[in-house]
Structure formats: C-alpha cells, structure tokens
C-alpha cells in the first residue's frame, strides 16, 4: 500500500467508527495532540484530543452520519499525507427534524510509530 492509500484508510476509518457511534476505536485515529476547527461550534477550534472528546462526547445528538466526497490526497515526505473534499453531515436530535450540513474538510494525517493518524481536521460550511 501507498502512503496516500494508507491515510485515506486512516481517514475512512474515523469515518466508518464515528458514523457507527464506536468512539473507543473513533478516539484512537487521532494524536493526542490534535487540532480540530469544527466551523460551526463554539468554539471553533479544539486544542487537543482531549477537547475533542469532550465536545463528541457532549452532543446530543440522537442519529449522525457523515460522508466525505470527492477527497484528494497529497503525499510530502513519507510521514505526511494531507486531504482536502467535502463532506455532508447529516443529524438529528432526538425528536427533532433532519438536519443536513454540506461544506469543505481537509484532514493532516501523519505516520508516527508506523500508524497513521489525523494531527489536524478543519471542517467549514459552504458559503
């Protein structure tokens, strides 16, 4: 496998693990020290992986999934993998109508120890 072909697994992993509400396997594709802008929260950004847990851990919401599309994939050094796409997130409270959010992501993915994980993610809406 490529260096891309193995951050885009990494990527559709944390995809695949958040969409199926498995946050002990979602938490763990991400380093510690992460940075996530979240575009549409306050706040904006999440300093630490800490900070993100806190925030998925205290949404209420009743169903999710996200998907991302058309994802490019650009490879520098051999230890970083650097993604842009959009995405669709759908949700719903629990009771409440379906909401649908449609915007841009980019995801830094690094190689440390041999495994793949996301160092940064920036979600932003459309204009």
């Known amino acids: 496998m490529s260096n891309i072909q193995d951050a885009a697994e990494a990527v559709q992993n944390a995809i695949d693990a958040f969409n199926a509400r498995n946050f002990s396997t979602y938490f763990k594709l991400f380093t510690s020290d992460l940075e996530s802008y979240a575009g549409v929260h306050t706040p904006l950004r999440f300093e630490g992986l800490a900070a993100w847990k806190e ?3 205290g949404l209420a919401v009743g169903t999710a999934h996200f998907e991302q599309r058309h994802p490019t994939y650009r490879d520098y050094n051999g230890n970083t993998v650097v993604a842009n796409g959009y995405f669709v997130f759908t949700s719903q409270m629990d009771n409440g109508p379906v909401q ?4 841009r ?5 690094v190689k440390i120890e041999g495994k793949w994980l ?3 993610q920036h979600y932003s809406a459309m204009f």
Do not use: E, K, L, P
């Open 55 to 57: 925030f998925i851990d």
């Open 100 to 103: 649908v959010q449609s915007g």
């Open 105 to 109: 992501h980019s995801y830094t993915v």
């Open 118 to 120: 996301i160092a940064n």
